[in-house]
């Protein structure tokens, strides 16, 4: 394989990650919702948190489903099921910590130091009140994604190697 289709290969499994990642969140986020409004789960913290982890567990195996079946099905052959879904659950905790390590890491700093990154957002007559939050959330997101394509690419579906 010539380095230019190396790279295109590459691109496309990128490109599918996120896509897949993107229906993780949809998932994750809809099972909350449904849990937590439609079926009355968020009335108490513990509610909620059940209903999170709940939703987190769903998304995980929604998105290795979907990355196992699309994303890398070229390299389902070098590993068993259980063993590829056991490493992708290993990435991705490693991953929530790296999120939530950045997230909380920034807004400790962000609340120590009383320092803002963009502060308070306002475009034309919405103000969106302070959105260092979510700046730090979506730096997060970027590292943790980046672990994940690279833990999952490297381990869960290393190429080649016996099965």
């Not at 998105?63 to 992708?88: C, E, I, K, M, P």
């Not at 308070?120 to 302070?130: A, C, I, Q, R, S």
């Amino acid at each position: 394989m010539s380095l230019v289709e190396k790279v295109r290969t590459l691109a496309e499994r990128i490109i599918k990650f996120g896509i897949v990642g993107a229906s993780g969140v949809l998932v994750n986020l809809g099972l909350y919702a449904l849990l937590t409004r439609a079926a009355g789960l968020g009335e108490t913290l513990l509610g909620k948190n059940v209903s999170y982890a709940a939703s987190v567990e769903l998304s995980i195996l929604s998105n290795f489903l979907l990355n196992d079946l699309w994303t890398f099905a070229d390299r389902r052959g070098h590993s068993g099921f259980f063993t590829r879904l056991g490493r992708f659950h290993v990435v991705s905790l490693i991953g929530f910590g790296v999120n939530f390590g950045v997230f909380a890491g920034i807004n400790l700093w962000l609340s120590a130091t009383d320092s803002t990154i963009v502060g308070v957002l306002k475009l034309g007559p919405f103000d969106f009140g302070n959105v260092d939050d979510f700046i730090a959330a979506a730096l997060g997101i970027g590292l943790a994604m980046t672990w994940n394509f690279l833990g999952n690419l490297l381990w869960t579906w290393k190429a080649g190697g016996p099965k």
